[in-house]
């Protein structure tokens, strides 16, 4: 085995030891009460390494920096936080309070998990024997019971999140279309993946056009978008796409005439 992969007297090796001192997620740990503690451990951690490891792992904070938050975060008020965390600890039912919509409803309710899905909390729980998610900035008061929860054994809070994510995903909106595209309109295409999802790239065409299968949101965007390429795209299909594009260019020019 390397050195360098050789384990020290704590029973980590080097690449486990820089994985721990990159950048913890701040604002997260602050969530739930961690922050303090976390600095507080990794502070311990790196008096009891080795002078080589701690070097290292000093070394690898200054060069990785892991920055979880994105540019348009929105601050949520999240007070029931801590009392949901605290049901988890203590394993204990709930009664919370919702708000959908305009209108607050109750729930009893198993607690099993909290995610974070960026910078934004969601609370896991057994209702009427379904695994259902909340947004906890929308819960707006929980009540902690002396009832133990019953937690299903075989559950596995990762795996749910991912698995509901994959059914949201797959249940929004979406429409499809075909185009044909010039090699003129390629920089574009792939520079603005943000508006739709490239499904599928044919292969390119003797005279270097492209075919391109995207997924938008609706028509009316996919409508806009491939108007504004003027004719360094066809469309293949729809069909009621392509003559959504004439009335849309129709409607400009009248507009431009008067």
Sequence with gaps: MLEEYRTNLTGLSEPEIQSLFLAQPAHLLNDLGLH???EAALIKLLAVLPAMHRRD???VSQRIHIDGSGWHNREEAIPALPLLQQSLWQECKICFTYLRGDNQVERLADPLGLVAKGSTWYFVAAIDEQIRSYRVSRIQAVQLLEQACVRPPDFDLAAFW???????TSSLRCYRASINASPEALPRIYGSSRLFRIEQTDIVDAHGWTTFHLRFDNDYEACAYILSF?????????????QQIIQLAQSVLACRQH
């Excluded at 991912?162 to 059914?167: E, G, P, Y």
């Design 36 to 38: 303090k503690a976390s």
């Design 57 to 59: 792992a000093e070394y």
């Design 162 to 168: 991912k698995q509901s994510s994959q059914n949201f």
């Design 230 to 242: 003027g004719n360094q795209v066809e469309v293949l299909e729809p069909a009621d796409l392509h």
